[in-house]
């Protein structure tokens, strides 16, 4: 079975596949500071915490954004398997075109999310991804990544809000009972879902804006389906998208390395 490993800055989500089924899916906090041992017995644990063994692992497709977290799995992955260890960054083969001004400073998730989204949906296609920022990522009708938007995540904005406002204190997050909140608790926790969903229509309107054709929309990240019940512009929740691309990939590439 493959194990693909998608690190972001906040948590890292792992997916277990049987060939194109996902058997089993985990998400952990991301710690910059994991050494060799602990993302090794880290690993190890998950997946012997649902019944699966390390024997069980024939390949590992890994992306990463954290460069610390990046360098310990590339150690770990050979004690992992004795399988195909493919790690997306430049020089990987995707079977996409990456038509931007500089493509080795595109995020692996960013271009991981474009050719799933592609392979799924078709082009043109737009993928928004719920995570530490919420990236717009752009494939056009030639089946091309073109680029896209990074704005704040919602987390993120929300807590840079409470860190530069004296009276207001940390707000655990959950879905208010009305726009109109009725104190401060619920004024910024209104302010925080639905600010953030007019910036993720706002954003997305644009970007369709710029085709002459029908375009697929699709969410994904951990905090789509909170997100995406108020936002008007997005047609389809796949919160397993990064993972899948990883599958796919892995499939391209596993013979090279």
Not at 9 to 34: C, E, K, Y
Not at 109 to 130: E, S, T
Not at 150 to 156: D, N, P
Request: charge should be negative; aromatic fraction near 6%.
């Amino acid at each position: 079975m493959l194990l693909a490993i998608d690190v972001g800055n906040t948590q890292i989500a792992l997916g277990l596949f049987d060939d194109d089924d996902l058997v089993g899916h985990w998400r952990v906090s991301t710690d910059p500071n994991m050494t060799f041992d602990e993302a090794r017995w880290q690993l190890v644990g998950i997946l012997g915490a649902d019944g699966f063994s390390q024997e069980d692992i024939s390949g590992v497709s890994i992306s990463s954004v954290v460069p610390a977290i990046t360098s310990a799995l590339r150690r770990v992955a050979p004690h992992l398997t004795t399988g195909a260890v493919v790690v997306v960054e430049p020089g990987v083969k995707t079977g996409m075109s990456i038509d931007i001004d500089n493509p080795r400073e595109v995020g692996a998730d960013r271009i991981v999310n474009a050719l799933a989204a592609r392979q799924k949906y078709g082009a043109p296609v737009v993928v928004v991804d719920f995570g530490t920022s919420t990236n717009f990522d752009v494939v056009n009708a030639d089946g091309a990544y073109v680029g896209g938007s990074i704005a704040a995540g919602l987390e993120v904005s929300t807590n840079a809000l409470i860190s530069r406002a004296a009276a207001l204190r940390t707000v655990e997050f959950s879905i208010p009972r009305s726009v109109i909140g009725r104190g401060t608790v619920e004024a910024i926790q209104s302010g925080s879902l639905y600010g953030h969903a007019g910036l993720v229509d706002g954003i997305m309107e644009r970007i369709v804006a710029e085709f002459d054709e029908p375009v697929a929309r699709v969410a994904t990240g951990g905090l789509a389906s909170t997100i995406v019940p108020h936002c008007s512009s997005v047609e389809t929740v796949d919160p397993y998208l990064t993972l899948e691309g990883l599958r796919m990939i892995f499939e391209r590439n596993q013979d090279d390395v």
